[in-house]
């Protein structure tokens, strides 16, 4: 066989270059390169040795296939004889069971030339005799024979199945790996990097060419209390719950993403329009009010939705999160367990609220918070009888800004303890300040907020701060809205009241007449002064219908034993009304405007002052 095999080798191992190839499949190419460069004859014991002791498989077929020649190395690693598989083709014994081939196939095999070349490579799982499955590299030469069916095939196998193994470990590890980074542990749906990268890989794709990329942003609302109440194992039932049903809704498209402890983002990819988002969103909407059986306990994940659509070239992937992200905010301010569309407005109106909510924090570092002070007439004396405190803020580029403008960020954001401390600190330095300068016995009035009421430590840090300026708690008048007193079934707010009652606080209902404060409601709360709102006030002096409707309510608060004041008072009308129906007192610009503090000592110290407006002469009188 060794000048068989010389005389097929030959050809192939002829050129320098093509050996070269042929090199790198073989263990012993230095000693061949040497023997071939050493100038001399081929000689076929020699090239015997090589083929016969190298690690790589070796075997001649020919174009049909048919094993003429293994060497040993191919037989160590197939597990059969050179004379098990001698005229044999490999699809016969070698084929992996999956890759089978039927009997009639395998007997039409033959090569093709054309398409075969040599030093083509190919990868196949392959059964040893013992059954055992390994890869198989594959890499083919063709040796040419005076006619093509003299043609002869070289294939060189070489067992590569540790080499695979460890690739495919590597691969998979690197695929556990991203699945961990991109993954939320406990509901299987991608994390924050998952739904970054997936909102990326379609908008650079093909997203612009068919359709809109939806993004929803669903937050659970009151999430927090079914951990508070029945602890975390209920708490992670309920959010695989709704990753689950949110998939099965949006399945088979999309991308559903948990990006927080109770917030879920899905990305719908190709979509004709916004309806279709909107539709797709109603359905998680319904879903997610659905309850679910929790050892026999009913829990419903309810939950507010922002809806976002962009393009290919549009935006960016975060540019997309935080449209909904802010669409899922104004979801919030509307009620809770609905949803809501961004728009380029509501993200004006949002950059605008977060820039206050900024500037704000930086209002309590820099001091420009402040108070000015509206006087308060008693028309039974003819003189004042006190002020109310109202917070304004300088700011640094728009100016003086009215509560309008920053309270409802302040309640938001939970600054309101910061915004009362300013009005509770400065408006106690104002009437310490007016209390020394005269005689007259005004008092001080102050908004205080449902926040500040739940603080335990607030009743006695009220009381410190109104001893420590050598004040009394009766010359103080704390003013609450009606929502903040009209509390179903809250017991903190009343015993917050209750003790600064008891102190020696009066309490103000602010805003009367524009809730549902009545007769049963104003006879059971700690209150001590009801304030007709403006809005009842303004069309007295036009509407006999208005003028009976404060008038019942003067009457009202007389027969409790309640003081009124009468708030937004503009006119001298209105003024002389008031007096006629018994209101003892009022406030508001016939009066007086809110002033700074220097002003409303000059107030004091004239009895009226100058500084007054439409009302002065007649209040004179």
Same mark, same amino acid.
């Given at each position: 066989?060794?000048e068989?095999?010389?005389?097929?080798?030959l050809?192939?191992?002829?050129?320098?270059?093509?050996?070269a190839?042929?090199?790198?499949?073989?263990?012993?190419?230095?000693?061949?390169?040497?023997?071939?460069?050493?100038?001399?004859?081929?000689?076929?014991?020699?090239?015997?040795?090589?083929?016969?002791?190298?690690?790589?498989g070796?075997i001649?077929?020919?174009?049909?296939?048919?094993?003429?020649?293994?060497?040993?190395?191919?037989?160590?690693?197939?597990?059969?004889?050179?004379?098990?598989?001698?005229?044999?083709?490999?699809?016969?014994?070698?084929?992996?069971?999956d890759?089978?081939?039927?009997p009639?196939?395998?007997?039409?095999?033959?090569?093709?030339?054309k398409t075969?070349?040599?030093?083509s490579d190919?990868?196949?799982?392959?059964?040893?005799?013992?059954?055992?499955?390994?890869?198989?590299?594959?890499?083919?030469?063709?040796?040419?024979?005076?006619?093509?069916?003299?043609?002869?095939?070289?294939?060189?196998?070489?067992?590569?199945?540790e080499?695979?193994?460890?690739?495919?470990?590597l691969?998979?590890?690197r695929?556990?790996?991203?699945?961990?980074?991109?993954?939320d542990?406990l509901?299987?749906?991608?994390?924050?990097?998952?739904?970054?990268?997936?909102?990326?890989?379609q908008l650079?794709g093909?997203?612009?060419?068919?359709?809109?990329?939806?993004?929803?942003?669903?937050?659970?609302?009151?999430?927090?209390?079914?951990?508070?109440?029945?602890?975390?194992?209920a708490?992670?039932?309920?959010l695989?719950?709704?990753?689950?049903?949110?998939?099965?809704?949006?399945?088979?498209?999309?991308?559903?993403?948990?990006i927080?402890?109770?917030?879920f983002?899905?990305?719908?990819?190709?979509?004709?329009?916004?309806?279709?988002?909107?539709?797709?969103?109603?359905?998680?909407?319904?879903?997610?009010?659905?309850?679910?059986?929790?050892?026999?306990?009913?829990?419903?994940?309810?939950?507010?939705?922002?809806l976002?659509?962009?393009?290919?070239?549009?935006?960016?992937?975060?540019?997309?999160?935080?449209?909904?992200?802010?669409?899922? =905010?104004?979801?919030?301010? $509307?009620?809770r367990?609905?949803?809501?569309?961004?728009?380029?407005?509501?993200?004006?109106?949002?950059?605008?609220?977060?820039?206050?909510?900024?500037?704000?924090?930086?209002?309590?570092?820099?001091?420009?918070?402040?108070?000015?002070?509206?006087?308060?007439?008693s028309?039974?004396?003819?003189?004042i009888?006190?002020?109310?405190?109202?917070?304004?803020?300088?700011?640094?580029?728009?100016?003086?800004?009215?509560?309008?403008?920053?309270?409802?960020?302040?309640?938001?954001?939970?600054?309101m303890?910061?915004?009362?401390?300013?009005?509770?600190?400065?408006?106690?330095?104002a009437?310490?300040?007016?209390?020394n300068?005269?005689?007259?016995?005004?008092k001080?009035?102050?908004n205080?907020?449902?926040?500040?009421?739940?603080?335990?430590?607030?009743?006695?840090?009220?009381?410190?701060?109104?001893?420590?300026?050598?004040l009394?708690?009766?010359?103080?008048?704390?003013?609450?809205?009606?929502?903040?007193?009209?509390?179903?079934?809250?017991?903190?707010?009343?015993?917050?009241? $209750?003790?600064?009652?008891?102190?020696?606080?009066?309490?103000?209902?602010?805003?009367?007449?524009?809730?549902?404060?009545?007769?049963?409601?104003?006879?059971?709360?700690?209150?001590?002064?009801?304030?007709?709102?403006?809005?009842?006030?303004?069309?007295?002096?036009?509407?006999?219908?208005?003028?009976?409707?404060?008038?019942?309510?003067?009457?009202l608060?007389?027969?409790?034993?309640?003081?009124?004041?009468?708030?937004?008072?503009?006119?001298?009308?209105?003024?002389?009304?008031?007096?006629e129906?018994?209101?003892p007192?009022?406030?508001? =610009?016939?009066?007086?405007?809110?002033m700074?503090?220097?002003?409303?000592?000059?107030?004091?110290q004239n009895?009226?002052?100058e500084?007054?407006?439409?009302?002065?002469?007649?209040?004179?009188?």
């Amino acid at each position: 066989m060794g000048e068989t095999l010389v005389s097929v080798l030959l050809p192939v191992l002829g050129g320098v270059c093509l050996f070269a190839s042929v090199l790198l499949w073989i263990r012993a190419k230095r000693v061949i390169r040497a023997y071939l460069t050493a100038g001399t004859d081929y000689d076929p014991a020699v090239l015997q040795m090589v083929v016969e002791n190298v690690h790589e498989g070796l075997i001649i077929q020919d174009v049909y296939g048919r094993i003429e020649w293994c060497n040993p190395a191919y037989s160590r690693i197939s597990g059969y004889t050179a004379e098990e598989i001698k005229g044999r083709r490999p699809q016969e014994f070698i084929l992996a069971p999956d890759g089978q081939l039927d009997p009639l196939e395998i007997s039409q095999f033959r090569y093709d030339l054309k398409t075969l070349k040599t030093g083509s490579d190919e990868l196949v799982l392959n059964r040893r005799k013992d059954g055992t499955l390994f890869w198989n590299q594959l890499t083919f030469a063709i040796v040419p024979g005076a006619r093509e069916d003299d043609s002869k095939i070289i294939v060189i196998a070489r067992d590569v199945t540790e080499q695979v193994e460890r690739e495919n470990a590597l691969l998979e590890a690197r695929h556990h790996l991203k699945r961990q980074a991109e993954e939320d542990a406990l509901t299987g749906a991608a994390n924050r990097s998952g739904l970054t990268a997936y909102l990326d890989e379609q908008l650079k794709g093909a997203v612009g060419d068919c359709g809109f990329l939806g993004v929803i942003h669903a937050d659970l609302d009151h999430f927090k209390s079914i951990n508070d109440s029945l602890g975390h194992d209920a708490g992670d039932a309920v959010l695989v719950h709704v990753a689950k049903t949110i998939s099965n809704i949006i399945r088979p498209k999309g991308l559903v993403a948990r990006i927080g402890g109770d917030e879920f983002v899905v990305v719908l990819p190709a979509l004709e329009s916004e309806d279709a988002l909107v539709e797709a969103a109603k359905r998680i909407l319904v879903g997610l009010n659905e309850a679910i059986d929790w050892k026999g306990r009913p829990l419903q994940a309810p939950a507010s939705i922002g809806l976002a659509v962009g393009r290919r070239g549009d935006a960016t992937a975060q540019d997309l999160i935080r449209r909904a992200d802010v669409a899922l =905010y104004q979801a919030k301010r $509307n009620g809770r367990n609905r949803l809501c569309l961004y728009t380029d407005a509501m993200g004006q109106a949002h950059d605008s609220w977060q820039e206050t909510r900024r500037d704000l924090g930086l209002a309590f570092e820099r001091d420009e918070l402040f108070v000015v002070l509206q006087p308060q007439f008693s028309l039974r004396h003819n003189a004042i009888s006190g002020f109310e405190a109202l917070i304004r803020w300088q700011h640094p580029e728009r100016g003086v800004l009215g509560p309008g403008h920053f309270l409802s960020v302040a309640e938001e954001t939970g600054q309101m303890l910061g915004i009362d401390r300013v009005a509770m600190e400065k408006g106690l330095e104002a009437l310490k300040l007016l209390r020394n300068q005269s005689n007259v016995p005004i008092k001080m009035s102050i908004n205080v907020s449902e926040a500040s009421l739940r603080d335990p430590a607030f009743p006695l840090d009220l009381l410190d701060n109104v001893l420590q300026r050598e004040l009394k708690p009766e010359w103080v008048v704390l003013e609450l809205l009606e929502n903040t007193l009209l509390k179903p079934d809250d017991v903190t707010v009343p015993e917050a009241l $209750n003790e600064l009652s008891k102190t020696g606080f009066q309490i103000a209902m602010d805003d009367f007449g524009t809730g549902y404060a009545g007769l049963y409601h104003l006879s059971r709360l700690t209150v001590d002064i009801v304030k007709i709102d403006r809005s009842m006030i303004s069309e007295i002096d036009k509407s006999s219908t208005d003028q009976r409707i404060v008038k019942s309510m003067i009457d009202l608060a007389h027969n409790l034993g309640l003081q009124t004041v009468a708030e937004g008072v503009e006119t001298e009308t209105q003024i002389d009304l008031l007096k006629e129906m018994g209101c003892p007192v009022i406030q508001g =610009y016939a009066y007086g405007v809110p002033m700074p503090l220097h002003e409303a000592a000059k107030l004091v110290q004239n009895g009226h002052g100058e500084e007054t407006k439409a009302g002065q002469k007649k209040l004179a009188s």
